[in-house]
């Protein structure tokens, strides 16, 4: 099953805890190196995506496992968050995509927007709306090895589609949907909310619980699959 999208995407994957501003430490040579050896090439997301304008640009989307309210890159002097706008829609796992080019800081970008961070120029088939569209990469990285990591915890070369048959069928609709449903497994969790901030272990009597707390919400597992969803505040 594969999924089109269209316009040229600048998808910003969320590496919380990665708001500060830090400068991109490899040579100009190295950077274009990356961007020669992934332009123009196809590749499948490897989460579902809410997607929606880009810091107030209304031609340019942003892609975010989290939902915009929850996504934070930049603060202000306030030390508030400047959140990026309103989701407007989902794009799918497995959902094929052209690279474009990745562009480096520092470039002439807007103000208020993650300019510090390395953005991936993304193009998808059938998403009306939008001109172009932009993906922000973590920037504190050395090397281009520590650049493919990152690269490839979001994009994958190859498609899904035999993985996405042999979930049921109320796996896939959580997929698509971005939304929990009981009995998932922990890969089905992080597929469709990204990666937690942080995991805790417990014990329930006989059932070993696994705890991937997103900050503004957490989702339990139990013996291996998702049985509670929590939000931020809830009474534990």
Request: hydrophobic share 35%; proline share 5%; with cysteine.
């Given at each position: 099953m594969?999924y089109?999208?269209?316009?040229?995407?600048?998808?910003?994957f969320?590496?919380y805890?990665?708001?500060?501003?830090?400068?991109?430490?490899m040579?100009e040579?190295?950077?274009?190196?990356?961007?020669e050896s992934?332009?123009?090439?196809?590749?499948?997301v490897?989460?579902?995506?809410y997607?929606?304008?880009?810091?107030?640009?209304?031609?340019?989307c942003?892609l975010?496992?989290?939902?915009?309210s929850?996504?934070?890159?930049?603060?202000g002097?306030d030390g508030?968050?400047?959140?990026p706008?309103?989701?407007?829609?989902?794009?799918p796992?497995?959902?094929?995509?052209?690279i474009?080019?990745?562009?480096?800081?520092?470039?002439?970008?807007p103000?208020l927007t993650?300019?510090f961070?390395?953005?991936v120029?993304?193009?998808v088939?059938?998403?009306?709306g939008?001109?172009?569209?932009?993906a922000v990469?973590?920037?504190?990285?050395?090397?281009?090895?520590?650049?493919?990591n990152?690269?490839?915890?979001i994009?994958s070369?190859?498609?899904?589609?035999?993985?996405?048959?042999?979930?049921?069928?109320?796996?896939?609709?959580?997929?698509?949907?971005?939304s929990?449903a009981?009995g998932?497994g922990?890969?089905?969790?992080?597929?469709?909310?990204?990666?937690?901030?942080?995991?805790?272990?417990m014990?329930?009597k006989?059932s070993?619980l696994?705890?991937?707390?997103?900050?503004?919400f957490r989702?339990?597992?139990?013996?291996?699959?998702s049985?509670?969803?929590?939000k931020a505040?809830?009474?534990?």
């Amino acid at each position: 099953m594969k999924y089109y999208l269209s316009a040229t995407m600048l998808l910003v994957f969320m590496f919380y805890g990665a708001t500060c501003q830090k400068n991109i430490r490899m040579s100009e040579e190295n950077q274009k190196n990356i961007n020669e050896s992934l332009r123009e090439k196809r590749f499948f997301v490897k989460y579902s995506f809410y997607y929606g304008d880009f810091y107030g640009n209304s031609e340019t989307c942003l892609l975010s496992t989290r939902r915009f309210s929850e996504t934070v890159y930049l603060e202000g002097i306030d030390g508030k968050p400047i959140l990026p706008g309103t989701e407007k829609g989902i794009i799918p796992f497995n959902t094929e995509v052209m690279i474009e080019r990745v562009e480096f800081p520092p470039a002439n970008r807007p103000l208020l927007t993650p300019r510090f961070y390395p953005w991936v120029y993304l193009k998808v088939d059938k998403l009306s709306g939008y001109k172009n569209c932009i993906a922000v990469i973590r920037p504190d990285v050395d090397n281009p090895d520590e650049f493919y990591n990152l690269f490839y915890e979001i994009f994958s070369q190859n498609s899904a589609d035999s993985y996405l048959k042999g979930l049921s069928a109320e796996a896939r609709e959580a997929v698509f949907n971005k939304s929990f449903a009981t009995g998932l497994g922990e890969n089905e969790v992080i597929i469709i909310f990204g990666k937690p901030d942080s995991v805790t272990y417990m014990k329930e009597k006989e059932s070993n619980l696994k705890v991937l707390d997103y900050s503004y919400f957490r989702i339990i597992l139990k013996d291996g699959v998702s049985y509670k969803f929590e939000k931020a505040g809830e009474k534990k």
